[in-house]
């Protein structure tokens, strides 16, 4: 409610202040083109006038109050040269956006005239942030992430240089997993949003939100060190130059599908929402304590009979896919330095889909089963922003940044087939609500001191808390003899084979920063020096309760069998839940539930200098003092706890060699770490619904240290195009894999291994390239793209057994995404086709008598063109995965390799509008 006020509050300032101003400013950041450093207190003039502002300590500067027409500025700044920016076009009530990149002085002082045009694109900005940065990175623009239709974090990532998507949320980057990359959110730590992984689910982020995304490619010792493919780092909308509000509505269409017949169930009323409204919660009626042999028939036909009668499905059209969001911000100035700023945005998003599936598991001895089936999923996403930004003057600025996200996937899973293990045909179902949520707030601070030749200080404390919630998930089984197929299909009354399972997890993040960065000497070539420390404090409480639902003897068998032929709704009718047929059992085990945290307390020591203006120096370390520790039950009831501490030091050195303005070679080595994550280290046991598989953790793991050499050769022709080439390798030290093992029943288990080590080696190339030497005419029609070329070879023991040669889990051999992008100067039409192939991966290793599952590589195609109608509602029609090629998995076996999973992709067509008032 508080929240609704204020956002209405801000509502009626903003249309004030729309209709109210008539005039309009020129704004923009200035800063030093080698390094990309903000400028502080350079002086900006409205050539032949009075008129001008001095940058703050981001390099930011607005001229205000300037009447509809053309001017020039004049940009000067000690030690720079000066440089004069002509035919700038000011309209009323707009702010136009000039960044001003200036060049150190040199013998020669003349002053430089360019035109504005030259100095507003953000992808040149992107460019001379990967330029200047002190390590490789890699970046995408807000304006790149609109013209590729991105309407999420994954869309986003599947576009950078050498990252794939797994499980259509998890980034690999560089062919290693998630658990070897981080994610920083404004510069702080995220939580997980899965108990299975330590990446974050990056569709989450509705696209709209970010500003920009990096991807640092090597360490520096002012970044945590737990990565080593890739640190992702999102940056959400600060606050806009001036009065914003937008609405975009979207609808979408999916080939074969929308309008089509599927199955769902009764769920209930805010699942439109992505929140369980307590239809699913766990009856009030079962106890807290586990249920056990103490309890008598009676109490366990009351809790029996507690448990709603929600098992069957009905049939529904597949809807229409549906989003919308809605941007608003402004900034007012309150005096000549002293600005407050704001952003508030809501996105909100229902698709469905229909996963059309075959799926098999093989052992040594044949097939374990063979199904087809479906899955129709009903995901809600929406999130909401809310940026606050004080500038108390040029020198110092305190933000408070918040952001909050929902997301479900609702499924009804239906498989059918031969399961071999029990010479059964089966008919499966599973109904699945997952929840997760995410809620992050940061009071940052930024401060700029006139010491020495400057010094720079900020820090940052943050909260971030995610949920996951997995309320009364439920799973059934109809068979026959697999060969009698004349028979009708039977309801297996097995507390293992139907059952409800509720499942919830909590994970907490408390952190706070601070860094100094002081510059003694006045000549750029000295060294400047960064040292600071992180404090993170990490809390995990993981419940989960499972029940299943067994035939008691002593009833009349004759009718009994003859209802297990009904379906089963009649089944589980209140009348049969009795102590002479139907009975509830608790078949929680004590390791189900668990609580852990981690603490890592960390100081780094940061310096970079240059040699001769052409060789730059960035070394430094870090240390890291990390505490894990976890509590649960081993299977016996008894208490068992781990905690594992490591001290550890983290060197890196970065050297780039610049030949000239435009040819930059670069070269990194670090040390970093990968800790287990503590749903890896949890005896916990459970099934996958998905998956067909049990999943179990091991508390003997221990942590992965890896050792990384990169080496990069960039070349910049223009502001707007680049060329880079790189090469890299990793040693990783004890790494955990994903393994498939035998077990004592029939189901497949899935748990965590250390391999004795691993190394990971490859090629990228990226290339961002304007047509504009064939025609002038078609200087906005860009390539854009990048090529992986990716090898891993890892040595695994388990128990005296070593598996040599094989890649690494989800490393593609290749990564290749390329793009056109055309759009009219006055970004009237734009357009784009986006080509993505990621090539076959390992998705599950096996071991113990099953198989490696391989992903096979397949093609992606997308289109997107956006055209403006009138000067405030713009249309745009996408269209994704055109050629709609099924997403295939196969599995080795001593028959050859057999196929293990058949997805069917369909294509999707959606248009939205966008007003702008």
Do not use: C
Request: charged share 25%.
């Amino acid at each position: 409610m508080q929240f609704r006020k204020t956002l209405i509050f801000h509502l009626l300032i903003f249309i004030g202040i729309s209709f109210s101003q008539q005039k309009g400013s020129i704004s923009g950041k200035v800063f030093d083109k080698q390094t990309n450093e903000a400028l502080i207190g350079a002086s900006v003039s409205i050539e032949n006038s009075n008129l001008g502002a001095s940058s703050d300590l981001d390099g930011n500067y607005e001229i205000r109050n300037l009447q509809a027409g053309n001017y020039s500025i004049r940009v000067s700044y000690i030690s720079y040269r000066t440089i004069v920016i002509k035919n700038i076009k000011v309209e009323s009530g707009k702010s136009t956006v000039i960044n001003i990149p200036l060049e150190q002085e040199s013998t020669e002082l003349k002053e430089v005239v360019v035109s504005a045009e030259a100095l507003k694109s953000t992808e040149a900005a992107i460019l001379n942030i990967q330029k200047s940065s002190l390590n490789i990175v890699d970046g995408m623009s807000a304006e790149l992430i609109k013209k590729n239709n991105s309407s999420d974090g994954i869309d986003i990532l599947r576009r950078m240089t050498g990252v794939t998507i797994s499980d259509g949320k998890y980034a690999f980057v560089r062919g290693v997993s998630d658990r070897y990359n981080s994610t920083l959110l404004n510069g702080s730590t995220l939580p997980s949003t899965d108990p299975e992984k330590k990446s974050f689910s990056y569709d989450l982020f509705p696209a709209s939100l970010i500003e920009n995304v990096l991807t640092s490619k090597t360490f520096i010792p002012d970044k945590p060190a737990d990565f080593s493919g890739g640190l992702v780092e999102i940056n959400t909308i600060e606050f806009p130059s001036n009065l914003i509000m937008d609405l975009s509505i979207g609808t979408g269409y999916i080939a074969n599908q929308t309008g089509k017949v599927v199955s769902t169930y009764q769920g209930g009323k805010t699942d439109f929402l992505g929140i369980d409204d307590g239809t699913r919660k766990l009856p009030s009626s079962v106890p807290s304590t586990r249920i056990d042999r103490t309890f008598t028939p009676v109490q366990l036909e009351q809790i029996g009979k507690s448990f709603s009668n929600n098992w069957d499905l009905k049939s529904s059209n597949l809807p229409v896919n549906s989003n919308f969001k809605f941007n608003i911000g402004n900034k007012i100035n309150f005096g000549e330095e002293e600005v407050l700023g704001y952003i508030a945005s809501v996105t909100y998003s229902n698709t469905n889909d229909l996963k059309e599936t075959y799926q098999a598991n093989y052992t040594f001895e044949g097939p374990r089963y063979i199904y087809n089936g479906t899955t129709h999923n009903n995901s809600v996403n929406w999130g909401a922003l809310f940026n606050l930004s004080l500038k108390l003057s040029n020198n110092n600025k305190i933000s408070l940044k918040n952001v909050y996200n929902n997301s479900s996937d609702n499924e009804t899973i239906q498989y059918e087939g031969e399961y071999a293990s029990y010479l059964q045909y089966r008919k499966t179902t599973s109904l699945r609500f997952i929840s997760r949520s995410l809620q992050s707030s940061q009071l940052t601070g930024e401060h700029s001191l006139d010491l020495f030749n400057g010094v720079k200080f900020d820090w940052n404390l943050n909260y971030s808390q995610s949920n996951r919630s997995e309320p009364d998930a439920r799973r059934y089984v109809y068979a026959r003899d697999m060969y009698s197929p004349k028979d009708q299909l039977q309801f297996l009354l097995d507390q293992s084979l139907v059952s409800r399972y509720y499942g919830n997890l909590d994970d907490k993040i408390y952190g706070s920063s601070a860094n100094l960065k002081i510059k003694l000497f006045d000549d750029k070539n000295l060294p400047e020096f960064k040292l600071g420390f992180l404090l993170d404090r990490r809390s995990r409480d993981f419940n989960a309760r499972v029940f299943g639902f067994r035939n008691v003897p002593g009833g009349n068998f004759m009718k009994e069998q003859e209802l297990l032929y009904k379906d089963v709704k009649t089944i589980f009718s209140s009348e049969n839940i009795n102590p002479t047929f139907i009975e509830v059992v608790e078949i929680t085990q004590p390791t189900d539930s668990y609580s852990s945290n981690q603490n890592v307390n960390s100081a780094y020591f940061l310096t970079d200098f240059a040699l001769f203006d052409k060789v730059k120096f960035v070394t430094g370390l870090r240390y890291e003092n990390s505490v894990q520790e976890l509590q649960t039950l081993t299977r016996t009831g008894e208490k068992f706890y781990l905690k594992n501490i490591y001290n550890d030091f983290f060197p890196s050195l970065n050297i780039s060699t610049k030949f000239s303005d435009e040819v930059l070679l670069r070269f990194g080595i670090s040390k970093t770490i990968s800790r287990p994550e503590f749903r890896e280290l949890a005896t916990f046991t459970y099934f996958d619904f998905v998956e067909n598989e049990l999943v179990m953790g091991n508390p003997k793991l221990v942590r992965s240290l890896i050792n990384n050499y990169d080496l990069r050769l960039e070349y910049y022709p223009t502001a707007r195009e680049m060329f880079a080439v790189s090469l890299f390798y990793k040693h990783l030290i004890n790494p955990i894999e994903q393994i498939l093992i035998s077990s004592s029943g029939l189901e497949p288990t899935r748990s965590y291994e250390n391999a004795k080590e691993a190394k990971n080696y490859g090629f990228e190339f990226e290339f961002r390239k304007s047509f504009d030497f064939i025609s002038k005419s078609l200087d906005r029609l860009m390539l854009i793209g990048n090529v992986s070329i990716i090898k891993s070879k890892i040595f695994l023991n388990v128990n005296g057994f070593q598996i040599p040669n094989r890649p690494l889990q989800g490393q593609a051999d290749f990564i290749f995404n390329s793009g056109l992008y055309y759009e009219t100067l006055d970004n009237d039409i734009s357009a784009s086709i986006t080509y993505n192939k990621v090539g076959d991966r390992i998705a599950k290793v096996g071991y113990g008598g099953l198989g490696d599952v391989i992903e096979l590589a397949r093609d992606q195609i997308d289109l997107t063109i956006s055209k403006k109608i009138m000067n405030s509602l713009s249309i745009k029609l996408s269209a994704k995965d055109i050629l709609g090629n099924d997403q295939k998995f196969i599995q080795k076996t001593p028959d050859g390799d057999k196929p293990s999973a058949i997805i069917k992709k369909r294509q999707s067509l959606s248009v939205s509008l966008n007003f702008q008032f």
